[in-house]
């Protein structure tokens, strides 16, 4: 019998990875049916959890929590709301954060959130408001029994002089009580292996889950990237090239690209994958699915009633 190892990825289902799902809040209508559909096609998956995004500014707050709200009263989901710091007052903050509770919501994302003049303006703590991620960190810790996410730079923060002071930065979120950090999004996978070892060896014990956006549009992750100080590697731009105006190559390269990389992580040891799904569901689905997850029924029913 043969003693070569099969690669992880190619185990079935892929020995136990899990995957959880990020979308943001709707603005209209339209949106809202996307969302949904999306929130349908990849709930029978059965994610670890999914997460809303909060707007910059806290622009989208009742919408977050809406979104939220009703992933807990129609789906088998367990929703992960981000709360950020920006533009509230504590006693606004820890009102969102009893509301969460009492909605049945047990995880939150807790975020700095970007400077209320837009990425690379200065950011300006509420007077009366959180100051740092840590501060909302120990905030919601005391508030409920929540499970407490953080955000984690493998490329550094763009305000973090030095990929050890965004590190010391991270420890402190898991001193505040953090459980698990989530990672901007990044292509280079020995970034984030890099990353993680700097983290063990300074003695953050979480776990530290990457997070892996499908290029659902080449232009506009490539400017996300510039914003967030994420890097594109030129052979990930070369990949891309010339296919401005032919949407169905681009969709299978894009679904290439990203499962090349997520089973490179499986393979390295990687046992939880987060999509930044964009609220679509295909590249993910694909990329699930050639990982080894297939939809249960379970995980399907409930939401079937949702998307009704
Ligand atoms: P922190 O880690 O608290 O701090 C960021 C930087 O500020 C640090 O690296 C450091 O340079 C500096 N800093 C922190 N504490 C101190 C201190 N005590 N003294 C001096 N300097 C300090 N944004 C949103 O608006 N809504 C979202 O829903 C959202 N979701 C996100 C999800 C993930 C997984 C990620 C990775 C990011 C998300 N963001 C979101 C973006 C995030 O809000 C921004 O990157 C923001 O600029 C930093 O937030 P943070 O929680 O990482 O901040």
């Known amino acids: 019998m043969s003693q070569h190892k099969l690669p992880v990825s190619r185990l ?14 709707p603005k209209t209508p339209e949106m809202e049916t996307t969302l949904w559909e999306a929130v349908s096609r990849l709930a029978p998956l059965s994610p670890a959890f999914v997460s809303v995004t909060y707007g910059a500014g806290g622009s989208t707050r009742e919408r977050t929590h809406a979104t939220v709200k009703r992933m807990v009263d129609e789906t088998a989901l367990k929703p992960a709301a981000h709360l950020t710091c920006v533009a509230a007052a504590r006693t606004e903050v820890n009102e969102i954060i009893r509301d969460y509770w009492a909605a049945g919501v047990r995880h939150i994302v807790a975020l700095r ?40 730079y493998p490329e ?20 505040a009580g953090a459980d698990r950090a989530i990672t901007q999004f990044f292509f280079d996978n020995d970034v984030f292996f890099r990353y993680l070892d700097v983290a063990r060896a300074a003695g953050i014990d979480i776990p530290i889950v990457p997070g892996i956006v499908p290029v659902q549009n080449f232009k506009q992750t490539a400017g996300f990237a510039k914003r967030t100080g994420a890097s594109i590697p030129a052979w990930i731009a070369r990949r891309f090239e010339g296919l401005e105006d032919d949407v169905a190559t681009r969709r299978l390269v894009a679904a290439a690209v990203c499962a090349e990389q997520v089973v490179d992580l499986i393979d390295r040891g ?4 987060h999509f930044y799904t964009m609220n679509r569901a295909d590249l993910v689905y694909a990329v699930c699915h050639l990982i080894g997850l297939r ?5 399907a029913s409930p939401i079937a009633v949702a998307a009704a």
């Open 113 to 152: 959130g970007d400077p209320a003049g837009g990425v690379g303006s200065r950011y300006e703590p509420h007077p009366e408001g959180y100051h740092w991620s840590t501060d909302l960190v120990t905030a919601v810790k005391a508030i409920g029994d929540f499970q407490v996410s953080v955000a984690a």
């Open 270 to 273: 990687v046992t939880h994958i």
């Open 295 to 299: 939809p249960t029924k379970t995980a």
């Open 156 to 175: 550094r923060h763009p305000e973090s002089e030095t990929l050890f002071a965004d590190i010391a930065m991270l420890k402190r979120k898991v001193d």
């Open 12 to 25: 079935p289902g892929s020995a136990g990875v899990s995957v959880s799902f990020e979308f943001f809040p």
